[in-house]
């Protein structure tokens, strides 16, 4: 089993920054893949980014593309989204998920932290 908490997600202006973190508890994440997923109350929930745990590799939907940033702290197993330049198209509810990496379907997944972003 893995456990995820997220945190660090607000309100915000249009153009600002936020942080959220997934800290992470359970396993060792080094054979797993973490990601960000969004969802709204009017749309199934989207796949941000992801970051392959050993590898670090990343990839990232095209609408974060250039402003958001994933990352991990491997002493913290902890993950981050790094969202700049923030929009209100941005506004959802953020998840935390972990998959093994030999797999597609996250299994894993936080509880979920709100961000909204006002114009």
């Known amino acids: 089993q893995v456990q995820l908490v997220e945190s660090g997600g607000g309100s915000v202006q249009a153009g600002d920054s936020l942080r959220l973190s997934c800290a992470a508890s359970g396993r060792t994440l080094v054979r797993y893949t973490m990601g960000w997923f969004r969802q709204t109350p009017r749309e199934e929930r989207k796949f941000v980014a992801a970051i392959n745990w050993s590898a670090g590799g990343t990839n990232y939907a095209d609408s974060v593309k250039g402003r958001f940033t994933i990352s991990r702290d491997n002493a913290k197993n902890t993950v981050y989204l790094q969202m700049n330049s923030l929009k209100p198209e941005d506004t959802a509810v953020y998840y935390c998920?972990?998959?093994?990496?030999?797999?597609?379907?996250?299994?894993?997944w936080g509880q979920g932290t709100q961000v909204t972003v006002s114009s």
């Open positions: 998920a972990a998959r093994n990496s030999a797999y597609v379907n996250y299994d894993y």
